[in-house]
């Protein structure tokens, strides 16, 4: 059975109170563009019933089980992850090698500043919610990785912590609101990066406020993050 036309019914019948029979969900998926006879759609209706994602109520139509819910949101979520990798190789080919080389640069300059002024500034209680995120980041993921959210939540924490609010603007900026760390992410994950430990020594030179180490932590993790690009896009 094909998955697409699989969810595309399912769908339909999720968003009913009443069951619905084939004819109905044949002219409502041509209107989507989906172009399947009553016939075609009455065929996979009966291959559902046989895996018992759905069921016949008389001579109404039929309506999903609870089997046919469990289905549903197990291939939405299928469906979420195709459209996420879709737009991360979309946003690869639309910033390319130089453009990504570029924002990094970027980074450099403004996030060594960032971590030098967080060593600095940083309240006793962002030192010790820095120091929450690295033993979390330990536990979730080791030296693995991140996920795009928690590297974006690390390096942000951080900008709040330099309190210096043009910088953590032009660091926003150059961010893009979070496009960037899921590029990134994907990224590390086909050159097989390991560089959450880079982090980790951030954190530590934060906490042990010492701005020149925080400096030249966070320098060494962009300057990583660059490698990273540089070898997959050679490899591409």
């Known amino acids: 059975m094909n998955r697409k036309y699989e969810y595309q019914i399912l769908s339909n019948m999720a968003n009913r109170i ?6 109905t969900l044949s002219k409502e998926l041509r209107l989507k563009e989906i172009n399947l006879s009553e016939a075609t759609v009455g065929r996979i209706l009966s291959e559902m019933d046989e895996q018992g994602l759905t069921e016949k109520v008389g001579y109404q139509g039929r309506k999903l089980t609870n ?7 197990n291939l939405k979520k299928e469906n979420n992850r195709h459209m996420q990798s879709r737009e991360l190789l979309s946003l690869l080919q639309e910033k390319g090698h130089d453009n990504l080389l570029e924002l990094l640069v970027a980074r450099r300059a403004i996030e060594r500043e960032l ?9 006793d209680e962002e030192i010790a919610e820095l120091s929450r995120i690295t033993k979390l ?9 991140t996920s795009p959210e928690e590297d974006v939540k690390f390096h942000r924490y951080i900008a709040q912590a330099a309190k210096n609010k043009v910088l953590q603007a032009a660091m926003e900026l150059i961010r893009e609101n979070g496009q960037l760390s899921p590029v990134l992410e ?3 994950t086909e050159v097989r990066s390991v560089i959450a430990i880079d982090h980790k020594k951030i954190i530590e030179a934060i906490v042990k406020r010492d701005p020149d180490a925080a400096d030249q932590a ?12 540089e070898k997959y896009y050679h490899k591409a």
């Open 137 to 145: 980041q330990e536990e979730r993921y080791g030296e693995v990785g």
């Open 218 to 229: 966070m320098v060494r993790h962009i300057e990583n993050l660059m490698a990273d690009v």
């Open 67 to 73: 089997q046919g819910d469990t289905h549903l949101l």
């Open 186 to 188: 994907y990224i590390r």
């Open 115 to 123: 971590a030098r002024l967080a060593a600095l500034n940083a309240t």
């Open 18 to 23: 009443d069951p619905v029979g084939a004819g």
